[in-house]
């Protein structure tokens, strides 16, 4: 059965460690590697940091999905292109921060809604980039 846990939290690098500390118990809980739970906390750490860097935000706002298969971690919304460029995966030119998450997620996607964007980060227990 899939569990669902939003967060909300102010827009600020300090705020960043009760995210970190939230995944970090989910992902106990999904029997995670360390290896798996560092690619996590780094893709979602870099992501959040650009975010903030990107966007005039008061707040963040993360959604945790877990199911059996692993994490689904929601990020948004935003509504920087800047952002949504450095976060898109494409073949040619994909630095920064678009390769670290090509290295550390098995998906990113985009859930678009009125105009502005949710990042989704998926990792899968036991599997995914190396």
Known sequence: MAERIDLE????LSALSTVRLVLGGLGARL???LDDLEDLYL???ELLRS???ADALDRLRVEVLLDDGGLRFTAGTF???KLRADVTLHAEDCLDLCMLLRR???DVLFEDEDGAYR???VK???GGPA
């Open 124 to 126: 899968r227990r036991g």
């Open 31 to 33: 029997d995670f590697s």
């Open 79 to 81: 509504t920087s292109t």
């Open 9 to 12: 939290v102010p827009a600020t």
């Open 104 to 106: 550390t997620v098995d």
């Open 119 to 121: 990042i989704v980060l």
């Open 51 to 53: 975010a903030l860097d």
């Open 43 to 45: 893709a979602t750490d």
